[in-house]
């Protein structure tokens, strides 16, 4: 009873006292920011170095102190905890959904704090364009950035007669080793997402590559766009391949992760990912083969171009001033130095090498230049622990590629729109492409016109 | 938020407590004592109630009629939630499915149990054994359960088009066509839900006095006779409040089409709850979300006030 009177006494004054048990009067307060990002204990290595990095950054910043949260952005919580001031200060995102959190105002604009830093202006413009609004505000540091890319199953490759150091590069060299994959080994040969946006945003790379667009700007308003020929090619090709040919396998509903557990088990062929895919195949899904698991870059039709992709670090509006200082100290401490500082890279991998469950030198785009991006890849090179010339095709292919942002306006509820075609060319053989891509084009004007632009 | 979980969570509700404090020979000091103290026990209650539902609800009745990030103040916006709500062809789209999903699990979900109750009740041997494997399913985390039945629905390696292959039948696609999507949903909404309903259903049936058979019996009515003219006669008030608590606990349908479909194939699963969530966490429109969440409310209020007073003239009669 003394106990709880205590405790309830500590929470009604702690208000005016400035907390029970603070330190005393004369000495500054620490700024204490909670960041997102921190590895799960399933991840010892990557645990193990994110604790040594929070250590030494408290040390070189003796006024901030660092509380990590293994918690990622997730839209069910993100908007209670926003409500209630619960939110961290540093948020990890994954790409999709910047441009979204950035509309509606729930993240701060960081351009004034970042361009303190002396290397800011080296900065991959592509890398940050994701990130920034239409008036060139910069909100966040990217983590990993990647290009899109076509992720295949290597063994399934040589069991199909295919070289696995060859993957298409076009969509028809596609459609013809997705159907010498499902015919030789009964396996679905590609896999496209489907549900939960992610069928709209697979349409989007797929779009892009065969030189179509989602959306356009018409007298100074985002209208659709997809309604054209390249975007029709795009779906008359998955239509060939799931009933022509038969070679997407047969169930047809599935995000990422659904894709991403049946190609670490073996199951498909070929999809559209990133190279970060790699981590959640081995480190999410278990995959045990990883020696299996190849890249090349997006297959092409005409468009000769990529979407971007990876995670992303921003920081909530809820932050008050000072935590947005310390918050953005951290995020270039943890995440841009050691991308553009070749000895903080390769000291980082090397720690993270140490564990063979760990994925180290999983190749990203160049957040800086291709020159520091070259010292960077050669530091890290002794601790490598993927095998790099599965990624080769990646590296080497995508440079030549065009890198594109996600629709500038309101990506997500466009997402959810072509969600619906996609699933309809999936799953009903009688759907017409054209009538599905008219009724989305309407849905989607409908919802740009009353959107905030 | 299974069904049938929800149907026998909400059976509680038509127990009869006993009354608290009623001390009509008392006098006023100590009535008012009484008052006091039963306020005080009621207080805890009160607090948990205020927080965690009258003022979420009354917030979210604001929230519909404002713009908000949740971090800046909001603006008020008058209706405008309420006609971007109705300017939208998904309402219609998820009004039509939930009507659906209710339909259909009235038509398969509601006799199911019933029908396995009066079956279980004859049974004399293993009785124990057979009601535990009926109620089983609905021990089983409903998410588990959902994924374990993707397995049992996938077109191509599933336990159901394996089985129905051996005789010859499908290969059919289940949650992949918009077709079959919804039925799918509701069989394993059914499954997953019917173990509560059977006991409370069966509870009821070994209420029926014993007499009523015997004397049938007697007269020489046949099995089919007793449970048509004595069973489900007697059973009528619990048959009727099962209805209602499906009814109210079916519109609210979101966990089977959220982790089987996601809405889909072509939004043929999207249901009201799912859209609302699409609103709130997928487009950050929570005005919009919060309004049709309103509206919902209000159909179920209807419901519950019709259930409330079918509970009422039912535990009189």
Same mark, same amino acid.
């Given at each position: 009873?003394?106990?709880?009177?205590?405790?309830? &006494?500590?929470?009604?004054?702690?208000?005016?006292?400035?907390g029970?048990?603070?330190?005393?009067?004369?000495?500054?307060?620490?700024?204490?920011?909670?960041?997102? &990002?921190?590895?799960?204990?399933?991840?010892?290595?990557?645990?193990?170095?994110?604790?040594?990095?929070?250590?030494?950054?408290?040390?070189?910043?003796?006024?901030?102190?660092?509380q990590?949260?293994?918690?990622?952005?997730?839209?069910?919580? !993100?908007?209670?905890?926003?409500?209630?001031?619960?939110?961290?200060?540093?948020?990890?995102?994954?790409?999709?959904?910047?441009?979204?959190?950035?509309?509606?105002?729930?993240?701060?604009?960081?351009?004034?704090?970042?361009?303190?830093? #002396?290397h800011?202006?080296?900065?991959?413009?592509?890398?940050?364009?994701?990130? @920034?609004?239409?008036?060139?505000?910069?909100?966040?540091?990217?983590?990993?950035p990647?290009?899109?890319?076509?992720?295949?199953? %290597?063994?399934?490759?040589?069991?199909?007669?295919?070289?696995?150091? %060859?993957?298409?590069?076009?969509?028809?060299?596609?459609?013809?080793?997705?159907?010498?994959?499902?015919?030789?080994?009964?396996?679905? &040969? !590609?896999? /496209?997402?489907?549900?939960?946006?992610?069928?709209?945003?697979?349409?989007?790379?797929?779009?892009?590559? /065969?030189?179509?667009e989602?959306?356009?700007?018409?007298?100074?308003?985002?209208?659709a766009?997809?309604?054209?020929?390249?975007?029709?090619?795009?779906?008359?090709?998955?239509?060939?391949?799931?009933?022509? $040919?038969? @070679?997407?396998?047969?169930?047809?509903?599935?995000?990422?992760?659904?894709?991403?557990?049946?190609?670490?088990?073996?199951?498909?062929?070929?999809?559209?990912?990133?190279?970060?895919?790699?981590?959640?195949?081995?480190?999410?899904?278990?995959?045990?083969?990883?020696?299996?698991? &190849?890249?090349?870059?997006?297959p092409?039709?005409?468009?000769?171009?990529?979407?971007?992709?990876?995670d992303?670090?921003?920081?909530?509006?809820?932050?008050?001033?000072?935590k947005?200082?310390?918050?953005?100290?951290?995020?270039?401490? #943890?995440?841009a130095?050691?991308?553009y500082?070749?000895?903080?890279?390769? @000291?980082?991998?090397?720690?993270?090498?140490?564990?063979?469950k760990?994925?180290?030198?999983?190749?990203?785009?160049?957040?800086? $230049?291709?020159?520091?991006?070259?010292?960077?890849?050669?530091?890290?090179?002794?601790?490598?622990?993927?095998?790099?010339?599965?990624? %080769?095709?990646?590296?080497?292919?995508?440079?030549?590629?065009?890198?594109?942002?996600?629709?500038?306006?309101?990506?997500?509820?466009?997402?959810?729109?072509?969600?619906?075609?996609?699933?309809?060319?999936?799953?009903? %053989?009688?759907?017409?492409?054209?009538?599905?891509?008219?009724?989305?084009?309407?849905?989607?004007?409908?919802k740009?016109?009353?959107a905030?632009? | 938020?299974?069904?049938?979980?929800?149907w026998?969570?909400?059976?509680?509700?038509?127990?009869?407590?006993?009354?608290?404090?009623?001390?009509?020979?008392?006098?006023?000091?100590?009535?008012?004592?009484?008052?006091?103290?039963?306020?005080?026990?009621?207080?805890?209650?009160?607090?948990?109630?205020?927080?965690?539902?009258?003022?979420?609800?009354?917030?979210?009745?604001?929230?519909?009629?404002?713009?908000?990030?949740?971090?800046?103040?909001?603006?008020?916006?008058?209706?405008?939630n309420?006609r971007?709500?109705?300017?939208?062809?998904?309402?219609?789209?998820?009004?039509?499915?939930?009507?659906?999903?209710?339909?259909?699990?009235?038509?398969?979900?509601?006799?199911?149990?019933?029908? =396995?109750?009066?079956?279980?009740?004859?049974?004399?041997?293993?009785?124990?054994?057979?009601?535990?494997?009926?109620?089983?399913p609905?021990?089983?985390?409903?998410?588990?359960?959902i994924?374990?039945?993707?397995?049992?629905?996938?077109?191509?390696?599933?336990?159901?088009?394996?089985?129905?292959?051996?005789?010859? *039948?499908?290969?059919?696609?289940?949650?992949? +066509?918009?077709?079959?999507?919804?039925?799918?949903?509701?069989?394993?909404?059914?499954?997953?839900g019917?173990?509560?309903?059977?006991?409370?259903?069966?509870?009821?049936?070994?209420?029926?006095?014993?007499?009523?058979?015997?004397?049938?019996?007697?007269?020489?009515?046949?099995?089919?006779?007793?449970?048509?003219?004595?069973?489900?006669?007697? *059973?009528?008030?619990?048959?009727?409040?099962?209805? =209602?608590?499906?009814?109210?606990?079916?519109m609210?349908?979101?966990?089977?089409?959220?982790?089987?479909?996601?809405?889909?194939?072509?939004?043929?699963?999207?249901?009201?709850?799912?859209l609302?969530?699409?609103y709130?966490f997928?487009?950050?429109?929570?005005?919009?979300?919060?309004?049709?969440?309103?509206?919902?409310?209000?159909?179920?209020?209807?419901?519950?006030?019709?259930?409330?007073?079918?509970?009422? +003239?039912?535990?009189?009669?």
């Amino acid at each position: 009873m003394k106990l709880t009177a205590g405790l309830l &006494g500590c929470a009604l004054l702690a208000p005016a006292l400035a907390g029970c048990g603070s330190p005393t009067s004369g000495e500054p307060e620490a700024v204490v920011i909670r960041v997102q &990002g921190m590895p799960p204990a399933t991840d010892k290595p990557g645990l193990d170095q994110f604790r040594k990095m929070v250590a030494e950054f408290e040390r070189s910043n003796p006024g901030i102190k660092v509380q990590g949260s293994t918690t990622v952005f997730d839209p069910l919580t !993100f908007s209670a905890k926003l409500a209630g001031g619960r939110v961290e200060d540093v948020i990890k995102v994954p790409l999709t959904e910047p441009q979204g959190l950035i509309a509606r105002r729930q993240v701060q604009p960081l351009t004034k704090e970042l361009s303190g830093w #002396a290397h800011y202006k080296e900065f991959n413009p592509q890398v940050l364009r994701p990130l @920034s609004d239409t008036a060139g505000e910069v909100y966040g540091v990217p983590q990993a950035p990647f290009a899109q890319g076509l992720v295949y199953n %290597r063994d399934l490759f040589a069991k199909a007669g295919l070289d696995p150091d %060859r993957p298409p590069k076009t969509w028809d060299e596609v459609r013809a080793a997705a159907k010498a994959i499902s015919a030789k080994t009964g396996k679905a &040969g !590609f896999v /496209h997402e489907s549900k939960n946006n992610q069928g709209g945003w697979q349409l989007t790379m797929l779009a892009y590559t /065969h030189g179509g667009e989602i959306q356009r700007e018409e007298g100074g308003r985002h209208v659709a766009a997809f309604n054209s020929d390249p975007v029709k090619k795009a779906l008359g090709l998955l239509k060939e391949m799931r009933w022509t $040919d038969d @070679s997407m396998g047969d169930a047809q509903l599935n995000d990422q992760n659904d894709v991403i557990k049946r190609f670490a088990a073996g199951e498909i062929g070929m999809y559209m990912g990133t190279p970060g895919t790699y981590r959640l195949a081995k480190m999410t899904y278990g995959m045990e083969d990883t020696d299996a698991f &190849g890249i090349g870059p997006l297959p092409q039709a005409g468009g000769n171009a990529t979407l971007t992709g990876g995670d992303v670090y921003l920081v909530p509006k809820s932050a008050p001033a000072d935590k947005v200082a310390a918050a953005v100290k951290w995020l270039l401490f #943890a995440y841009a130095e050691p991308q553009y500082d070749p000895a903080a890279a390769a @000291s980082r991998a090397k720690e993270l090498a140490a564990d063979p469950k760990s994925a180290v030198g999983v190749p990203t785009l160049p957040m800086f $230049d291709a020159g520091q991006q070259a010292k960077i890849d050669e530091a890290v090179l002794p601790y490598v622990n993927v095998k790099l010339e599965h990624f %080769r095709p990646w590296l080497e292919g995508t440079p030549s590629l065009t890198l594109r942002p996600e629709p500038a306006v309101q990506a997500q509820q466009v997402y959810a729109v072509l969600d619906t075609v996609v699933q309809a060319v999936l799953t009903n %053989r009688a759907a017409s492409v054209d009538d599905l891509l008219a009724k989305a084009e309407t849905d989607v004007n409908a919802k740009l016109a009353a959107a905030r632009q | 938020m299974s069904a049938g979980r929800t149907w026998t969570a909400r059976a509680r509700v038509a127990v009869p407590l006993p009354a608290v404090g009623a001390a009509p020979t008392a006098g006023k000091r100590r009535l008012g004592r009484n008052a006091l103290t039963a306020l005080l026990f009621l207080v805890p209650a009160l607090v948990v109630f205020g927080v965690f539902s009258w003022w979420p609800i009354l917030r979210g009745l604001l929230i519909s009629f404002q713009e908000t990030n949740l971090v800046d103040p909001a603006t008020w916006v008058g209706l405008a939630n309420f006609r971007a709500l109705f300017a939208d062809p998904l309402l219609g789209t998820a009004i039509g499915n939930t009507l659906l999903f209710v339909g259909l699990a009235l038509l398969i979900g509601f006799p199911a149990p019933l029908v =396995l109750a009066v079956v279980l009740a004859t049974v004399r041997r293993g009785a124990g054994v057979y009601r535990f494997l009926v109620y089983l399913p609905v021990v089983v985390p409903p998410v588990v359960a959902i994924l374990l039945w993707k397995w049992f629905y996938d077109p191509g390696h599933g336990l159901f088009n394996g089985l129905l292959g051996l005789v010859g *039948l499908g290969p059919y696609p289940w949650l992949d +066509s918009p077709g079959t999507a919804m039925v799918s949903l509701v069989l394993q909404s059914t499954w997953a839900g019917m173990g509560g309903a059977v006991l409370i259903y069966l509870a009821a049936i070994v209420g029926v006095p014993s007499e009523l058979y015997e004397a049938a019996q007697m007269d020489g009515a046949s099995i089919w006779t007793r449970v048509w003219h004595i069973t489900l006669p007697q *059973l009528r008030p619990v048959i009727g409040l099962l209805l =209602l608590m499906q009814l109210i606990s079916t519109m609210q349908v979101f966990t089977e089409p959220y982790v089987f479909t996601g809405g889909g194939p072509e939004n043929a699963t999207l249901t009201v709850l799912l859209l609302i969530f699409r609103y709130a966490f997928q487009d950050g429109a929570y005005g919009q979300a919060a309004a049709l969440s309103f509206l919902l409310a209000i159909v179920l209020g209807l419901l519950s006030a019709v259930y409330l007073r079918a509970t009422r +003239s039912w535990s009189a009669s």
